[in-house]
């Protein structure tokens, strides 16, 4: 145990929280601001993570400026689906759901991962510990051949090999299913409810997807640069396998990025809910989209989501997140 020392001087005039990409995540206005000690300041510690939470005690934002160390550190991404994305893995038609649940929104998604996520990974993948992609199911042959993983080591991979098996099997599958149901029987006593439970928002199933993610492999998205040193995690491995592997490479940090904030970014087993206990977690704020039901944007639900994560979790942003490398680029410009 150490002692740490509550200290909250106010912030003046501070750089906005969530203000670099408004077009995924709304800007959080916030009047009170203060900066607290470090709360990870490893030896040597060369990676500069501010991060913040909101402490109804305080009645305010609380930031800190930790540093960590790049080797002890890793990137993990929550549910980076490879679905319309040119991969060959589609929404099925006419009324199937999945990922963010219809193709317009997927595309924004991907738009995300390309604009935001994936320049992150490129400019610290070679700085830290490892990044590593959570995904559907259990490893299977296919994904054995693209994706490094806790049991298959960089030198087993055949990612070509992978790809053209992939696109052979995504180019056999329909990806279609059932319209909408055209008559429903209601109960008399509770229309409202009866129609609800025949109607679910998000059905998956025979009907609407002929089960489609129980028989096909999920790949990472074409959105992110994925590299063959990269790992898949696979959920129903469960998250004790994912712990001792990351525990075993001598990993105490991770940056969680993702989708979606408000649901498989916390619970899933690579959610917060499960590395919050065993590793100091940093959710990058700007590197995560919220679901956005009847929205035509993700920015409101991710704030959101974001700021409800706050109240438990450390929340960072890709540019808060800076490496010796980093600074001297900045540097460099501003001269």
């Known amino acids: 145990m150490s002692t740490y020392t509550v200290k909250l001087d106010p912030l003046r005039n501070p750089e906005p929280i969530l203000a670099d990409f408004p077009h995924y995540v709304e800007p959080l ?42 080797r002890a550190t890793a990137i993990v991404v929550v549910h980076p689906w490879g679905i319309d994305d040119g991969h060959g893995l589609r929404t099925p038609q006419p009324a199937g759901v999945s990922f963010f649940c ?26 830290v510990a ?32 992978g790809e053209r098996q992939l696109r052979v099997l995504l180019d056999q599958w329909p990806f279609t299913g059932e319209p909408l149901i055209p008559a429903l029987e209601l109960s008399e006593a509770a229309p409202v409810s009866s129609y609800f439970a025949l109607t679910p928002s998000t059905e998956t199933g025979q009907r609407y997807d002929r089960n489609f993610r129980k028989h096909l492999p999920m790949p990472v998205s074409a959105g992110i640069g994925h590299q063959p040193q990269d790992v898949a995690f696979y959920d129903d491995e469960g998250y ?3 712990r001792d592997f990351l525990k075993a490479r001598g990993v105490r940090h991770v940056l969680l990025a993702g989708y979606a904030t408000d649901m498989c970014v916390i619970s899933t087993t690579c959610g917060y809910r499960n590395f919050s206990g ?58």
Do not use: C
Request: aromatic share 8%.
């Open 29 to 70: 206005p916030a009047d009170r601001r203060f900066a607290a000690p470090p709360l990870v300041d490893d030896p040597g510690g060369t990676l500069a993570v501010r991060a913040w939470r909101w402490w109804y005690n305080a009645r305010a934002i609380v930031e800190t400026e930790n540093r960590l160390d790049p």
């Open 102 to 127: 219809t193709e317009a929104k997927n595309r924004i998604a991907l738009t995300h991962m390309r604009e935001v996520l994936s320049p992150f990974l490129d400019r610290l993948r070679d700085r």
């Open 278 to 335: 065993d590793f100091n977690v940093f959710l990058l704020g700007d590197a995560t989209l919220a679901t956005f039901p009847a929205a035509t944007t993700p920015r409101f639900a991710t704030q959101v989501a974001v700021a409800n994560a706050a109240l438990t979790q450390l929340v960072t942003q890709v540019h808060w997140v800076r490496s010796p490398e980093d600074r001297r680029t900045a540097g460099e410009k501003s001269a």
């Open 240 to 242: 004790a396998k994912v």
């Open 130 to 161: 490892l990044i590593g992609y959570s995904l559907p199911g259990t490893e299977d042959p296919i994904r054995r051949l693209l994706y490094a993983s806790i049991s298959t080591p960089l030198e087993n991979l055949d990612i070509e090999e």
